[in-house]
């Protein structure tokens, strides 16, 4: 847990005026928004919060001491009037914030989108969209080494490495045990394995499915739950059906850190990741990773989690498979992982970098 930050006043204007924008509002940018507007307020910056309307009832902006204001074009546009800097999180919300200040002299400080751009139609647009708000940018961050290249390629004219550590998933005082945990999902005496996520398709749940089919061959069989929600729900719900694999599709969860706490092994199987959210959560926990070697996930874990290329279902089924053999893997692992999460930069560092980067740009301005 982070220590309470000290208030302090920075300097450029006081009190210095932000706007952050968050655009479809993923779970890793949310918290990692709440805690920054947090953070923030704390040091005397007057923060407005510009989101999805439903991310303020599950994440409290305001509780954190920023203001909040929904994320229509008019609304952002107004937030926008008058601030010292606007600060967008992902490619729409860079979009948007870009649009909202044009004719303006407010720096544009963006929070680069995690992933590639992919192929055809989409791809082309998706990068035209990036080259435009990295263009527009007058600093990108962005959370992994992967994601600045990125961002330089596009056309920024300055792109920093800016690790973003979100706060650590906590249980609520009156959460079950994992013993009860572990009862409520029928595996008391067998593997419990986790994936955590939006069901879209970059998180690689399709493979994650192809390796559930070599795991019935397991004695005994591991439960896979899935926690989160998506437009691919239907799609995979017809292959567990289908092919009788040991999934269990759980929706959107509030007890995420309770699934996390009882698991054996945590997976993520993606196709692209900067700083994800579940590693952070699964390597502070002490919870055993497989992951897929993509993006940000190598630096981000370095030996604390099994990797695997992406796309390799046996590769994949194969790690897993192996760690729940062997017992002292997984307590390696486990407490590799505790001392790798201790090496991240805390909130309170990260604040103090964006921080940094918005003073250095009122100095710009002035």
Same mark, same amino acid.
Request: hydrophobic letters at 50%; a neutral charge; glycine letters at 10%.
């Given at each position: 847990?982070?220590?309470?930050?000290?208030?302090?006043?920075?300097?450029?204007?006081?009190?210095?005026r932000t706007v952050?924008?968050?655009?479809g509002?993923?779970?890793?940018?949310?918290?990692h928004?709440?805690? +920054?507007?947090?953070?923030?307020?704390?040091?005397?910056?007057?923060?407005?919060?510009?989101?999805?309307?439903?991310?303020e009832?599950?994440y409290d902006?305001t509780?954190?001491?920023?203001?909040f204001?929904?994320?229509a074009v008019t609304?952002l546009r107004?937030?926008?009037t008058?601030?010292?800097?606007?600060?967008?999180?992902?490619?729409?919300?860079?979009?948007?914030?870009?649009l909202?200040?044009r004719?303006q002299?407010v720096?544009?400080v963006?929070?680069w989108p995690s992933?590639?751009?992919?192929?055809?139609p989409?791809?082309?647009?998706?990068r035209?969209?990036?080259?435009?708000?990295?263009r527009a940018a007058?600093?990108v961050?962005?959370?992994?080494?992967?994601?600045?290249d990125?961002?330089?390629?596009?056309?920024?004219?300055d792109?920093?490495?800016?690790?973003?550590?979100?706060p650590?998933?906590?249980q609520?005082?009156?959460a079950?045990?994992?013993?009860?945990v572990?009862?409520e999902?029928?595996?008391?005496?067998?593997?419990?394995?986790?994936?955590?996520?939006?069901? %879209?398709?970059?998180?690689?749940?399709h493979v994650l499915l192809?390796a559930?089919?070599?795991w019935?061959?397991l004695?005994?069989?591991p439960l896979?739950?899935?926690a989160?929600e998506?437009p691919?729900?239907?799609?995979?719900?017809?292959?567990?059906?289908t092919e009788g694999?040991?999934?269990?599709?759980l929706?959107?969860?509030p007890?995420v850190a309770?699934?996390l706490?009882a698991?054996?092994?945590a997976v993520?199987?993606?196709?692209w990741?900067?700083?994800s959210l579940?590693a952070?959560?699964?390597?502070?926990?002490g919870v055993?990773? %497989?992951a897929?070697?993509?993006?940000g996930?190598?630096e981000l874990?370095?030996?604390a989690?099994?990797?695997?290329?992406?796309?390799?279902?046996?590769?994949f089924?194969g790690?897993?498979?192996?760690? +729940?053999d062997?017992a002292p893997?997984?307590?390696?692992?486990?407490?590799?992982? +505790?001392l790798q999460?201790?090496?991240?930069?805390?909130e309170?560092?990260?604040?103090a970098?964006?921080?940094?980067?918005?003073d250095e740009?009122?100095?710009?301005?002035?």
């Amino acid at each position: 847990m982070s220590s309470t930050p000290v208030p302090v006043t920075p300097y450029g204007r006081t009190p210095l005026r932000t706007v952050q924008v968050l655009g479809g509002g993923g779970a890793g940018s949310s918290a990692h928004v709440r805690s +920054l507007a947090a953070g923030l307020a704390a040091r005397g910056v007057r923060v407005t919060v510009c989101a999805p309307v439903e991310t303020e009832g599950e994440y409290d902006f305001t509780g954190a001491g920023a203001r909040f204001a929904p994320a229509a074009v008019t609304a952002l546009r107004a937030a926008c009037t008058g601030a010292d800097i606007v600060h967008a999180h992902g490619l729409h919300a860079g979009m948007r914030a870009a649009l909202a200040l044009r004719g303006q002299r407010v720096p544009l400080v963006v929070t680069w989108p995690s992933g590639p751009s992919g192929e055809g139609p989409l791809g082309q647009l998706t990068r035209l969209l990036e080259r435009r708000v990295a263009r527009a940018a007058a600093v990108v961050l962005g959370a992994s080494s992967a994601q600045v290249d990125q961002a330089r390629r596009r056309g920024a004219r300055d792109a920093r490495l800016a690790p973003v550590t979100v706060p650590a998933a906590r249980q609520a005082p009156d959460a079950p045990d994992a013993g009860k945990v572990r009862a409520e999902l029928g595996v008391v005496e067998r593997p419990l394995l986790i994936a955590v996520g939006s069901l %879209v398709p970059h998180r690689g749940y399709h493979v994650l499915l192809d390796a559930a089919r070599e795991w019935r061959a397991l004695d005994p069989v591991p439960l896979l739950v899935i926690a989160g929600e998506g437009p691919q729900r239907a799609v995979l719900a017809r292959r567990i059906e289908t092919e009788g694999l040991p999934v269990r599709l759980l929706g959107q969860r509030p007890d995420v850190a309770e699934l996390l706490a009882a698991a054996d092994v945590a997976v993520l199987p993606s196709r692209w990741e900067a700083r994800s959210l579940l590693a952070q959560e699964a390597l502070r926990a002490g919870v055993p990773l %497989v992951a897929t070697a993509v993006g940000g996930v190598p630096e981000l874990v370095g030996e604390a989690a099994v990797l695997v290329p992406y796309g390799d279902a046996g590769a994949f089924a194969g790690a897993v498979a192996a760690l +729940l053999d062997d017992a002292p893997r997984r307590a390696g692992l486990a407490a590799a992982g +505790l001392l790798q999460a201790g090496t991240w930069p805390s909130e309170d560092d990260t604040v103090a970098q964006v921080l940094a980067v918005y003073d250095e740009l009122m100095d710009r301005v002035r």
